[in-house]
């Protein structure tokens, strides 16, 4: 094969791979990373609010869609400034899959839980789980479980009566 053909296809592999990646990290941050259930006294219905990997880490977002603006700047440049195109797609990738990589606590999810518009809100599922303040383990991470009671008396609802729930 000749070195223009090969040059060319690594050209070609390389744009398609960072295209990939982008895409991936954007369609990774759309999903669903965890959600909180928040228990209001007894007449009311619980409220669920799931809480997307852009809500949580929006700097992987906005790095994935710089990259795909990083890549039509390659397209469109040649030479030193193709490289340095380049060494900034790279660094906006090191950063992004550190910052999607990086672990979730319970209060982050509980805090852009409780600032999310009420449009998230699915009291029709929250029916169907335990009446409980909790963030699901997803992607392998632990993000904890936290609750908050009214009075010093409030009994934890799925333990034993009398017993007192602990923050």
Do not use: N
């Not at 603006?69 to 040649?78: E, H, N, Q």
């Not at 030479?79 to 672990?103: E, K, P, S």
């Not at 509980?110 to 789980?129: F, G, I, K, N, T």
């Not at 904890?144 to 609802?157: E, F, I, K, T």
């Amino acid at each position: 094969m000749p070195p223009v053909a090969a040059s060319r296809r690594e050209y070609a592999l390389a744009l398609l791979a960072g295209a990939v990646g982008a895409g991936l990290i954007l369609l990774a941050v759309r999903q669903r990373w965890a959600e909180a259930v928040f228990t209001p006294p007894k007449p009311l219905s619980p409220q669920v609010v799931a809480v997307s990997g852009a809500d949580l880490v929006p700097l992987a977002a906005a790095l994935a869609l710089a990259a795909l603006a990083g890549l039509a700047a390659v397209i469109a440049t040649r030479g030193v400034l193709r490289r340095a195109a380049g060494v900034l797609l790279a660094a906006f990738g090191a950063v992004a899959g550190a910052a999607v990589t990086a672990r979730v606590s319970a209060a982050s999810v509980l805090s852009v839980a409780a600032s999310s518009d009420v449009r998230q809100v699915r009291p029709a599922e929250a029916a169907r789980r335990r009446c409980r303040t909790r963030a699901t383990r997803r992607f392998g991470l632990d993000v904890g479980v936290a609750q908050r009671r009214r009075g010093p008396d409030a009994a934890s609802p799925g333990g034993p009566p009398g017993r007192k729930s602990v923050s």
